[in-house]
């Protein structure tokens, strides 16, 4: 379900397993996922449509804390062929403004 670019918060309320457009991100927003860090919404567009690809897995939301206005923490457990079958993961979104200027996904 794609965002329109006024509202990260929303979409990430509702979970990167929706994944959000490139246009969601600032243009030197930076992605940091499995240890790697992609950079630009070109590189971001890449990632989003590549990323998990080689698994099989369902996401569950299990919270979101918003500690300040540029800040969000959405938790998802993901279950599936992935290493160790379930994780949670923590998708921790810095906002400026209204666009993403860093995501890192993270245990």
Do not use: K
Not at 36 to 62: C, D, K, M, P, Q
Request: with cysteine; charged share 20%.
């Amino acid at each position: 379900m794609p965002c329109p670019p006024s509202s990260p918060r929303t979409c990430a309320r509702t979970g990167p397993g929706t994944w959000l457009p490139p246009y969601a991100f600032t243009a030197e927003a930076a992605v940091t996922d499995e240890g790697r860090t992609v950079r630009g919404r070109e590189a971001i567009g890449a990632w989003l449509n590549n990323a998990g690809s080689e698994y099989t897995f369902s996401t569950t939301f299990t919270g979101a804390t918003v500690p300040d206005a540029a800040h969000v923490d959405v938790v998802q457990r993901l279950e599936g062929d992935i290493p160790g079958g379930v994780a949670d993961l923590h998708y921790r979104f810095t906002l400026d403004g209204d666009r993403i200027c860093d995501l890192v996904i993270a245990p």
